[in-house]
C-alpha cells in the first residue's frame, strides 16, 4: 500500500517514465531511419513522414484528450492512451511495409497525445503549489533523457537487432508505466459532464492537419503553388469555422473562456514563440555536423549530447527556483540566455571547432533547464484547476504547432541554399560529400537559421514581461461570482 505522504512522489515517477517512454519512441526513430528506409524499400519522404505523422497526430488529439480528461476521468484517459501506444508501437514493428508502418505512427501518436494531455493535470492535482515547480522540473528530465538514450539505444539497437528493436524497445516500459498508473492513480470524480465537441474536434484538427501538410510540404510543392494556395484557402475556412462553433457552443473543446486569464494568454505567446526558437536547434547541427564538415552519424549524435545531459540536474533546479522566486524570473533569463546560445551557434564555420558546437549546447541546455519548467507552472497555475485538462491541452497543443513551425523554418532556410532531396539526405545521414561552394552555402544556412531562431527568443522576452505582473490564482472567476451574484 502506497502511503499518503509518498503517494504523489509515486504518482509523478509513473507519469515521468511514461513522459520517458514517448519521447524515447520519438527520439530514437531518427537514429534508425536510414535502415527503416533500406528495410522496408521507401522513398526518404516517406521514411520523413513517419516522423511528422507523430508529430500530428500527437498534436491534433492534444486538445480532445484534455477535454476528455476533464468530462471522462484523467485516469481513464492516461491509462488508456497507454494502452493504444503500447498496441501501436507493437504494430509498427510488425509493419510489413511504409504505408502500414505510417498508419501505426499516426495510431501512436494518437496514444500518446492521450497520456501526455493528462500527465500535467494529474502532476498539477497531485502536488501543493509550494511544491509544483519541483515536481514539473523533475517531470522535464523524462524528456531529456529520452533524448539522450533514443539515439545512444536507437544506434545499437539497429546495429545489432535491426530497425524493428526500435519499436519494440518501448513495449516494457510502457507495460510497467500501465501498471503503475493502475496501482496509483486515483480517479477523482469528473469535474464537468457534458459531450464531445465533436464539431470543434473535427474542424481543428482536419485544419491542423491541413496546416501541418503545408509546412511539411510546401518547399516541394511550391509555396506559390495552386496545391499550397487551396490547402491554406480550406484550412482558413476550417480555422473560422472553429472558431465560430466553439463560440456557440456551450461545451466547448478549447476553452476559449481561459483567454481572458492573463497569465496564462501571456504564457500561450511565450510557448509558441519559445517552441519555434528551440526545437530545430537538433536539425540545424545535424545538417551542419554531418553534411558540412561530415561528421559520422554516431560522431553527430555524441556531439549533441551536451544540449540534453546538463537538463537532468538544471531541470529540478528551474522548479525549485520557480517555487522560490516564482515562475516569471527564470522565464525571463532562461529565455535570454538560450538567445546568447543561438547567437553564438550562428558562428559555425568551415574550420569545424569541437568547443563551438559544446559551449554554447551547454549554456542553451542549461537555459532550457532553467526556463522550461517554470514556463509550464506559469501557464498551468494560471489556469483554475476544475479546467487543466483543457490548459494542459491548450498548452501542449501551442508547443507542438511552434515544433512543426521551427522544422519548418529550419527546412526552408537548408533547401534555399541546397535542394530538397540532398537536404533530405543529409538529414539522414546519407549524402556525399559536398563540395566547397556548397558546403559554404550551407554553413551560411545553418548559421542564418540560428540568426532567424534568435529573433524569436527576442520576440518570446517580450511575451514574457507580462508574466512579471503580480498572479492573483482565479480572481477573475472570483470576480465572475460575485458580479453574478451581485457582490462588488
Not at 520519438?26 to 527503416?36: E, K, N, S
Not at 539497429?158 to 508505466?177: C, D, E, H, K, Q
Not at 561528421?295 to 528551474?318: C, K, T
Not at 541554399?417 to 556525399?432: E, M, V
Amino acid at each position: 500500500m502506497v502511503g499518503t505522504q509518498n503517494k504523489k512522489w509515486w504518482i509523478l515517477a509513473v507519469v515521468t517514465l511514461v513522459a520517458f517512454v514517448t519521447n524515447l519512441d520519438a527520439t530514437i526513430v531518427v537514429v534508425g531511419l536510414p535502415r527503416m528506409v533500406a528495410g522496408l524499400h521507401i522513398t526518404v519522404t516517406l521514411g520523413l513522414w513517419t516522423m511528422t505523422s507523430y508529430i500530428i497526430t500527437s498534436t491534433v488529439f492534444l486538445l480532445p484528450a484534455g477535454r476528455w480528461s476533464d468530462v471522462i476521468g484523467r485516469k481513464k484517459i492516461f491509462i488508456g492512451g497507454l494502452m493504444i501506444f503500447m498496441v501501436a508501437t507493437t504494430l509498427c514493428g510488425f509493419a510489413p511495409d511504409g504505408d502500414l508502418l505510417l498508419l501505426f505512427r499516426f495510431i501512436q501518436g494518437t496514444g500518446a497525445a492521450l497520456s501526455l494531455a493528462t500527465a500535467t493535470p494529474i502532476i498539477v492535482a497531485s502536488f501543493p503549489p509550494q511544491h509544483l515547480g519541483k515536481a514539473l522540473g523533475i517531470n522535464s528530465t523524462s524528456w531529456v533523457m529520452g533524448s539522450i538514450v533514443g539515439p545512444v539505444a536507437g544506434g545499437i539497437l539497429v546495429s545489432t537487432l535491426g530497425w524493428r528493436w526500435i519499436f519494440f524497445v518501448a513495449i516494457p516500459f510502457a507495460l510497467i508505466g500501465m501498471i503503475g498508473a493502475l496501482i496509483v492513480l486515483s480517479e477523482p470524480p469528473p469535474t464537468r459532464r457534458a459531450r464531445t465537441d465533436w464539431g470543434g474536434a473535427g474542424t481543428f484538427g482536419v485544419a491542423l492537419v491541413g496546416l501541418l501538410l503545408v509546412l511539411s510540404l510546401g518547399q516541394s510543392w511550391g509555396w506559390g503553388s495552386l496545391r499550397t494556395f487551396s490547402v491554406l484557402a480550406a484550412t482558413f475556412v476550417l480555422l473560422v469555422g472553429f472558431m465560430l462553433i466553439e463560440q456557440r457552443t456551450s461545451q466547448p473543446m478549447f476553452d476559449l473562456s481561459l483567454l481572458r486569464h492573463h497569465h496564462y494568454r501571456a504564457g500561450l505567446g511565450v510557448t509558441i514563440l519559445y517552441s519555434i526558437g528551440y526545437f530545430a536547434t537538433t536539425f540545424l547541427l545535424t545538417i551542419y555536423l554531418q553534411g558540412a564538415v561530415h561528421l559520422s552519424p554516431i560522431d553527430a549524435g555524441l556531439m549533441l549530447v551536451p544540449l540534453s545531459a546538463p537538463q537532468l540536474v538544471m531541470g529540478p533546479l528551474g522548479g525549485i527556483l520557480s517555487d522560490r522566486f516564482g515562475p516569471a524570473r527564470p522565464v525571463l533569463v532562461g529565455i535570454f540566455l538560450l538567445a546568447v546560445g543561438g547567437f553564438w551557434l550562428g558562428h559555425l564555420s568551415a574550420q569545424f571547432s569541437v568547443w563551438s558546437v559544446i559551449l554554447p549546447l551547454l549554456l542553451m541546455s542549461a537555459a532550457n533547464g532553467i526556463a522550461w519548467p517554470s514556463l509550464t507552472k506559469a501557464v498551468m497555475s494560471a489556469a483554475p484547476r476544475e479546467g487543466t485538462g483543457s490548459a494542459s491541452g491548450m498548452f501542449f497543443t501551442f508547443r507542438n504547432v511552434g515544433m512543426a513551425l521551427s522544422l519548418t523554418l529550419a527546412l526552408v532556410v537548408a533547401e534555399v541554399s541546397l535542394p530538397p532531396a540532398i537536404a533530405a539526405k543529409i538529414y539522414l545521414g546519407t549524402s556525399n560529400l559536398l563540395n566547397p561552394a556548397m558546403q559554404g552555402a550551407l554553413i551560411h544556412a545553418t548559421n542564418v537559421g540560428f540568426w532567424v531562431f534568435v529573433a524569436f527568443y527576442i520576440l518570446a522576452l517580450v511575451a514574457a514581461v507580462p508574466l512579471v505582473r503580480p498572479h492573483v490564482p482565479h480572481l477573475l472567476e472570483t470576480q465572475e461570482r460575485q458580479a453574478g451574484s451581485g457582490g462588488t
